[in-house]
């Protein structure tokens, strides 16, 4: 299992380095299985959406390691990966991918807490009397 096709997925502060390889369409997550890392129905779902929309489902095996941010941000990023992996697999999938939007990286981060505010847009309570 030398041969890969490899693609870096990024959303918010969550990267993955993702391969992959010929294979049965198992996916391992941080050398875990995606059900066991994602115990979540909806974050599997994510992870799957590309195979799905290209239809390499049951024909490719995923390797990923993902690391920063939280479960979504993890799940989304490794969904990112696999769709660039698969663009380079195959440069064909490239408008089936990009219709769906799965090539197009999510760059909506948490925007950083403003000074004399309470958040990054919340102010302080105002009382005129």
């Known amino acids: 299992m030398s041969d890969f ?3 870096t997925g990024r959303r918010k502060t969550a990267t993955s380095r993702t ?3 010929p ?3 198992q996916i391992l997550i941080n050398e875990r299985p995606m059900e066991e890392y994602f ?3 909806c974050l599997q779902v994510f992870v799957r959406q590309p195979l799905q929309a290209t239809s390499k489902l049951g024909q490719l095996d995923v390797k990923a390691s993902v690391a920063g941010g939280g479960v979504a941000g993890q799940a989304e990023a490794v969904r990112h990966g696999i769709a660039r ?4 697999l195959d440069p064909e999938l490239r408008t ?5 939007g799965f090539l197009t990286r999510d760059a909506r981060k948490k925007e950083r807490k403003k000074y004399g505010q309470r958040g990054a ?3 302080f309570q105002y ?3």
């Open 23 to 25: 294979g049965t369409g």
């Open 121 to 123: 847009r919340a102010r």
């Open 96 to 100: 089936v991918l990009k219709r769906a």
């Open 39 to 41: 115990p979540r129905p």
């Open 5 to 7: 096709h490899y693609g």
């Open 127 to 129: 009382s005129k009397r």
């Open 19 to 21: 391969r992959l390889y």
């Open 85 to 88: 992996a698969l663009l380079e």
